[in-house]
Structures are given as C-alpha cells and as structure tokens.
C-alpha cells in the first residue's frame, strides 16, 4: 500500500444563526475543497472572494449569521485502498 502525507491550508465558511445553529464547512470550487499552499494564499483569496462580507452588516445579522470564512491548517493523507 502506497501512502503520501502532506498539508496545506484551507478555508472554512462558518454561519451561526437561529435557524440552523452553528454551520461549518470547507470552501469548495467544483466540489473539491480549495487548497492553499501559505497561509498568505488563503487569506489572500479570503479577502478577494469573501472580504465583502466585513462591511455588510446585514449578512452578519440574523437571519444570516454569516462569518469571515477562516484560514485552517489541514493534512492531506493519500492511501492506495485494493
């Protein structure tokens, strides 16, 4: 069995509203997690995309909840699987 084991940063969207609590999830393109290889990457991308929702006051407010998606460290391990 081969394995490789590596890491990158990626960004997690959070939400805390009313309605659904506490929502956490990877920030997907195409259905695959966006990967970063610095933190710098990640948080430039974070405030290219998401900046906007730092002045909008409303999207941070009930019934949204919306957060600043946030930069977090992952490892990524490969495994051949028969």
Not at 11 to 34: A, Y
């Amino acid at each position: 069995m081969v394995e490789t084991e590596t890491t990158a940063w990626a960004l997690v969207w959070q939400s805390r509203n009313r309605v659904d609590g506490i929502t956490r999830h990877f920030i997907r393109r195409n259905c695959v997690p966006v990967l970063f290889k610095t933190r710098k990457e990640a948080r430039d991308f974070n405030r290219e995309y998401y900046g906007y929702i730092k002045g909008r006051q409303d999207l941070r407010a009930e019934p949204h909840g919306w957060k600043m998606p946030l930069p977090i460290k992952v490892t990524i391990k490969v495994e051949q699987r028969r």
